[in-house]
Each structure stands twice: as structure tokens, then as C-alpha cells.
């Protein structure tokens, strides 16, 4: 599978944007750019993916690069409830298979009242 | 709306024993994925089920074996446990494979003594 590289943690004030980066220069033109976060003591729970096209929904928006060697999750108003691990997954394209997601280091996201 | 379903919330069991964790997914869902995450670390693929077949395999140990039923919940059967078995399992699930977020449940957390 393709690796990602994110920052180990990122600290941020609460009410401002948080722009989360991850590094994936081995994607395939075939690879989904998935998010998730995993608050304590809770299962991980699905942000956004993207394939070529920034991507934006309730919870976040996802700018890709135009290269797609990188991207980057912006929560465009921290809460305190935003204080999770957050995972950049890259996901081969299933073509039918129900495939595992690889889920590495993460960046643990600190959120200052 | 209805979530992914894990039971138990908390199982205790001692070593060489056997424990069965079931996962109920989403109502429509007919994808379940399987996660094992050890005291701090990050969540690890075990094996993945599409309409009640195995679709992908990860780092399961041959001791554990898992299935889908035909109302699409699953079990994970873990025999001869051992004391680095302990640590929360989750199931997820999706609407068929491909490229959808998953729906993670709350975990099982094991606790082999």
C-alpha cells in the first residue's frame, strides 16, 4: 500500500481553522485520499475522501494538490470536540473488493480553549 | 440513525480461553471489516467479509476466524488467547464495497488474564 506522512501533532486554538497536512508522493492515479479521526476511548469515524477534486461536507474540506502528492484536511472551525488522532488513508480503488484500510501514525490534534 | 453494533462492550477472559465478539453493521450495510488496536497504537486490518464472503485478509492471527451471517452480522472467533490479545476490536461496515466511508462501531475491549 502507498504510504502517507503527517505531522505527530499539531496544536491549535479553539474557534480557528486547522489545516492538517499529509504527504503521499507514491499514490497511484487509482488511490482514494480517505480521512478518519478517532476521538479517546472511541472507534475511528469517517471525515472526508477524495479522489482529484478538493472535496468539502459537513464535517471538513479536503484540498488536494494538483499533483495529488499531498492534501490537506482543513477544519475550518476548531472546537474542542475537534481533539482527536486524525488518519490520512490512501485507499486503492476496491473494484469490487472490500479492502482493509491501512491506517498509520496519524497526527494527534491538541485544540487550546 | 442507527449505528454499527458491538457486543460485548467489555469482555474478560483468561489465557488458552476463547471469546466470540459479535458486530452488527448498519441496516443495509452488507461490508464488515475487522480492526484490532493494541494499547497505544494505531487501529490494524484483520479481515473483511462481502455478502458473508471473505473479501481481504490482514494481520489475523491463525488463531482467530471470523464469518458473516445472512442477516450480514459477523463474529470474530478468537481461540487459545493470549495475553497480547487484549486490546479494543472494532467492526465497521459500509454500503458494499468501494469507495464509501466506513461506519465504525464502539469497540470490544478484551482483556486476557
Known amino acids: 500500500d502507498a504510504k502517507t506522512t503527517q505531522p505527530n501533532s499539531m496544536e491549535s486554538n479553539e474557534e480557528e481553522p486547522v489545516h492538517l497536512p499529509c504527504n503521499h508522493s507514491?499514490?497511484?492515479?487509482?488511490?482514494?485520499i480517505h480521512w478518519y479521526r478517532q476521538l479517546p476511548s472511541q472507534g475511528p469515524e469517517y471525515v472526508i475522501h477524495?479522489?482529484?477534486s478538493n472535496v468539502n461536507n459537513r464535517m471538513a474540506s479536503l484540498a488536494i494538490a494538483e499533483d495529488r502528492k499531498s492534501s490537506t484536511l482543513i477544519l475550518h472551525r476548531a472546537t474542542l470536540r475537534d481533539a482527536a488522532v486524525y488518519y490520512c488513508i490512501l485507499r486503492p480503488y476496491s473494484g469490487g473488493g472490500a479492502d482493509g484500510l491501512t491506517f498509520g501514525k496519524g497526527t494527534h490534534l491538541i485544540i487550546q480553549p | 440513525a442507527a449505528g454499527v453494533i458491538q457486543s460485548p462492550r467489555h469482555l474478560i477472559k483468561e489465557k488458552r480461553e476463547t471469546a466470540t465478539l459479535k458486530c452488527y453493521p448498519i441496516p443495509r450495510h452488507d461490508t464488515v471489516y475487522w480492526y484490532q488496536q493494541g494499547p497505544g497504537q494505531d487501529p490494524q486490518f484483520l479481515i473483511s467479509?462481502?455478502?458473508?464472503?471473505?473479501?481481504d485478509k490482514g494481520s489475523i492471527p491463525d488463531r482467530f476466524s471470523a464469518q458473516q451471517f445472512s442477516d450480514y452480522h459477523s463474529e470474530l472467533n478468537m481461540s487459545s488467547l493470549e495475553l497480547g490479545d487484549s486490546a479494543l476490536y472494532f467492526c465497521?461496515?459500509?454500503?458494499?464495497?468501494?469507495?464509501?466511508?466506513?461506519?465504525f462501531g464502539s469497540g470490544t475491549r478484551l482483556t486476557v488474564v
Open positions: 507514491t499514490i497511484s492515479g487509482t488511490d482514494y
Open positions: 465497521a461496515s459500509s454500503l458494499k464495497p468501494g469507495n464509501y466511508g466506513y461506519t
Open positions: 467479509f462481502y455478502e458473508k464472503m471473505q473479501s
Open positions: 477524495g479522489l482529484t
